[in-house]
């Protein structure tokens, strides 16, 4: 067989422009990486020194937080040396009445490595709280697996194509898996810490508040960064990493430092999360 022409001689052919536009950092997105990568670092050794100072059967929040910004460090180590980012491309096409269609290439940056890092710290940030109101183990395993999905959905709707169902469709997912997690937290969690007194559930009322808050600005600088391209990705980094000191290192050091005040705040264990402790102070 032999190849045909893709041009027909009726229709004008399709100009590329040559040059692709490539939506990165500049030095300004790539020293912000840096400095969170340095405050994760400061938060993970002071809260491992924090748990030094109490009984191996308190450490439980001291552990669970310490990894939360230890994965966090590591993973704005990758970003800020140029690791876990990948290119999300789109194609604009441009209509010509007299002359032939032109079309653009443009590559923004994905910092998927962000989402590694959340699919492991998310859930940690959940099981502190669901220690905190003393919810059961199928509620908390429905609130975490909810809060995976939503990640995981959330990065495919960050590689999403435009025009196509998938990105929105993932974002629209994801968000659903959300809720989930907030109901859990807001009907499940304040049940039961009603029954641990009201110190620990004002607590829990102010820190799961605060997490409901900062939470829920996420999926609207997504929104606005990723899905509809209206922040470049400087001023996207920025905003994640003020969103990630608050939702990291300041609920870890609220959480722990409230914990060493306020004994009722005592994960009460039992079972799994009591292997080796039964004479422990
Ligand atoms: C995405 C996009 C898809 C829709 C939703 C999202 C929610 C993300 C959240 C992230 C929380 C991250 C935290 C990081 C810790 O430092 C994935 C942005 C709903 C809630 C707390």
């Known amino acids: 067989t032999v190849p045909t022409s893709s041009s027909s001689p009726t229709s ?5 422009n040559p040059v692709p536009e490539y939506q990165k950092a500049t030095e300004t997105g790539e020293r912000t990486l840096w400095v969170v990568f340095v405050v994760m670092t400061i938060a993970m050794i002071v809260f491992s020194g924090m748990s030094w100072s109490v009984p191996i059967s308190k450490r439980l929040y001291h552990i669970v937080t310490t990894l939360i910004v230890t994965f966090a460090s590591i993973s704005y180590f990758a970003m800020a040396t140029g690791h876990g980012i990948g290119y999300h491309h789109v194609r604009v096409t441009e209509q010509h009445e007299h002359v032939p269609d032109t079309y653009k290439d443009i590559y923004r940056e994905v910092y998927w490595a962000r989402y590694v890092d959340w699919s492991l710290t998310t859930p940690l940030l959940l099981l502190d ?3 905190l109101a003393g919810m059961n183990g199928g509620n908390i395993l429905l609130a975490i697996v909810a809060d995976i999905i939503m990640i995981l959905t959330g990065l495919f709707a960050a590689f999403g194509s435009e025009g196509t169902p998938q990105k929105w469709g993932w974002y629209a997912i994801a968000c659903i898996a959300y809720l989930v997690v ?3 937290l807001a009907v499940h969690g304040r049940h039961t810490v009603s029954q641990k ?3 620990v559930a004002n607590f829990f009322a102010a820190i799961g508040g605060f997490t409901l808050i900062i939470w829920t600005v996420y999926p609207i600088i997504w929104g606005i960064a990723d899905g509809s391209r ?8 920025i905003s994640y990493a003020v969103l990630d000191i608050l939702a990291k290192p300041i609920f870890g050091a609220w959480l722990l430092f409230t914990h060493m005040s306020m004994p009722e705040t005592n994960v009460e264990i039992g079972g799994f999360w009591s292997q080796g402790l039964v004479n422990e102070g």
């Open 12 to 16: 004008l052919p399709t100009v590329t």
């Open 182 to 184: 907030i109901w859990q």
């Open 197 to 199: 007194g009201g110190k």
């Open 129 to 131: 709280l669901c220690l």
């Open 230 to 237: 209206n922040m470049n990705v400087d001023e996207e980094i």
